[in-house]
């Protein structure tokens, strides 16, 4: 086996000023300095601390990250360090997030956006709500917070392609996630900043898929006016037989059928129908949380789905729920997690870049960059 030896020779008299002898070995005083690791956090280099950021919000938990970075760097890091590299990085990724949102916004009010809208196509836009558990009670006594999530994306970006059946199927292949644990007033910038960068104003055509909540009806209002708002066809099936259980007191038999017959009608835009039929119904019946003649009046602009299908538009934000499982659920929400608001928020700023594939782009370079500015390496 062969073995080697590195020795330090100075190149200059400065350097060998930085040398002291002891037992006979010359040492580098301090060797922090002569490495440029006494400016960083950690004593880890920047490259290292993105390596070990990226494997904190790459596996299931922290102690899953330092297993995954002993076997793949070799290196041994402890997951407490592990976390607070994470923290740090996904920080810095945050707050950069912040300034560009606000950029975003301020260039809005300025009038100094340009909306050429020069492409044919489809920029899409879909935003949810998830609840993850913190440490922290909040008004209601409850530890839960909401995760307000938005997904960008174009149809420069799917792949299309119809399978053996003829059945027309789509791929996305590039899409932009933005996270955000807070208000609706914060996070809307959020959504904005994102949009321009996938392309907002310059498609023709802009498709906000959601929910149909008050507050992202009113957030597409203000910000996407142009945009054709779609109340999500399947969430709207979810009411219906829902509110079917209950019209039917949980016989199947009944509402099943009636349930299929009412999604059906609204697919093919028949919602008057279907608004006369339920007149003669209980608004809420007792013990169910739907009222469907109010979901469906309130969002009446939003469900024309037999012309928006006609027009090419995906009528499901299925793209968002998956979104949903990917960011949040498989890193954020597994058996026993708790979170600090800052840690979770951190944690998701670099779930998005990586799920984005804007890890090099958002976090590596300006990172390296903001290191190599404050004389770190």
Same mark, same amino acid.
């Given at each position: 086996?062969?073995?080697?030896?590195?020795?330090?020779?100075?190149?200059?008299?400065?350097?060998?000023?930085?040398?002291?002898?002891?037992?006979?070995?010359?040492?580098?005083?301090?060797?922090?300095?002569?490495?440029?690791?006494?400016?960083?956090?950690?004593?880890?280099?920047?490259?290292?601390?993105?390596?070990?950021?990226?494997?904190?919000?790459?596996?299931?938990?922290?102690?899953?990250?330092?297993?995954?970075?002993?076997?793949?760097?070799?290196?041994?890091?402890?997951?407490?360090?592990?976390?607070?590299?994470?923290?740090?990085?996904?920080?810095?990724?945050?707050?950069?997030?912040?300034?560009?949102?606000?950029?975003?916004?301020?260039?809005?009010?300025?009038?100094?956006?340009?909306?050429?809208?020069?492409?044919?196509?489809?920029?899409?836009?879909?935003?949810?709500?998830?609840?993850?558990?913190?440490?922290?009670?909040?008004?209601?006594?409850?530890?839960?917070?909401?995760?307000?999530?938005?997904?960008?994306?174009?149809?420069?970006?799917?792949?299309?392609?119809?399978?053996?059946?003829?059945?027309?199927?789509?791929?996305?292949?590039?899409?932009?996630? =933005?996270?955000? #644990?807070?208000? /609706?007033?914060?996070? +809307?910038?959020?959504? %904005?900043?994102?949009?321009?960068?996938?392309?907002? *104003?310059?498609?023709?055509?802009?498709?906000?898929?959601?929910?149909?909540?008050?507050?992202?009806?009113?957030?597409?209002?203000?910000?996407?006016?142009?945009?054709?708002?779609?109340?999500?066809?399947?969430?709207?099936?979810?009411?219906?037989?829902?509110?079917?259980?209950?019209?039917?007191?949980?016989?199947?038999?009944?509402?099943?059928?009636?349930?299929?017959?009412?999604?059906?009608?609204?697919?093919?835009?028949?919602?008057?129908?279907?608004?006369?039929?339920?007149?003669?119904?209980?608004?809420?019946?007792?013990?169910?949380?739907?009222?469907?003649?109010?979901?469906?009046?309130?969002? =009446?602009?939003? #469900?024309?789905? /037999?012309?928006?299908? +006609?027009?090419?538009? %995906?009528?499901?934000?299925?793209?968002?729920?998956? *979104?949903?499982?990917?960011?949040?659920?498989?890193?954020?929400?597994?058996?026993?997690?708790?979170?600090?608001?800052?840690?979770?928020?951190?944690?998701?700023?670099?779930?998005?870049?990586?799920?984005?594939?804007?890890?090099?782009?958002?976090?590596?370079?300006?990172?390296?960059?903001?290191?190599?500015?404050?004389?770190?390496?």
């Amino acid at each position: 086996m062969t073995y080697k030896r590195y020795a330090l020779i100075p190149k200059d008299e400065v350097s060998k000023s930085m040398l002291f002898e002891f037992n006979g070995q010359k040492r580098v005083v301090p060797f922090d300095d002569y490495l440029g690791l006494s400016g960083l956090p950690f004593k880890i280099t920047p490259a290292a601390m993105l390596k070990i950021a990226f494997w904190a919000q790459n596996q299931g938990s922290y102690q899953r990250a330092e297993d995954a970075i002993m076997e793949a760097m070799g290196i041994k890091v402890n997951d407490d360090t592990i976390r607070q590299v994470a923290n740090y990085v996904g920080s810095k990724v945050f707050n950069a997030d912040c300034e560009k949102a606000n950029q975003a916004i301020a260039k809005l009010e300025s009038g100094r956006l340009d909306f050429a809208k020069t492409k044919d196509g489809i920029v899409y836009i879909q935003t949810d709500g998830a609840a993850l558990n913190t440490r922290i009670k909040n008004d209601a006594n409850s530890t839960w917070r909401e995760n307000k999530l938005g997904e960008v994306f174009s149809t420069e970006g799917i792949r299309f392609w119809n399978d053996k059946k003829g059945k027309r199927k789509h791929q996305i292949l590039a899409k932009e996630y =933005i996270s955000y #644990i807070g208000s /609706a007033q914060e996070f +809307k910038k959020h959504l %904005f900043a994102c949009a321009l960068r996938g392309g907002y *104003g310059k498609f023709k055509n802009t498709v906000v898929l959601s929910d149909g909540a008050a507050w992202i009806r009113s957030m597409v209002d203000e910000l996407f006016p142009d945009a054709q708002q779609i109340l999500d066809f399947y969430h709207l099936c979810e009411n219906v037989n829902e509110y079917a259980k209950y019209i039917f007191k949980m016989n199947e038999v009944e509402s099943k059928p009636w349930a299929r017959k009412t999604c059906d009608a609204l697919r093919n835009s028949n919602y008057q129908q279907v608004l006369h039929e339920l007149e003669d119904l209980e608004r809420k019946p007792r013990g169910c949380s739907v009222n469907l003649y109010g979901y469906i009046t309130n969002n =009446i602009k939003n #469900i024309d789905y /037999a012309a928006y299908e +006609k027009q090419g538009f %995906f009528i499901g934000s299925g793209a968002i729920e998956s *979104g949903n499982k990917i960011i949040l659920q498989d890193r954020l929400k597994r058996a026993g997690m708790r979170w600090n608001i800052a840690t979770a928020q951190a944690m998701l700023s670099l779930r998005t870049k990586a799920e984005s594939g804007r890890w090099f782009t958002d976090v590596t370079t300006p990172f390296l960059h903001d290191c190599l500015s404050c004389s770190f390496v």
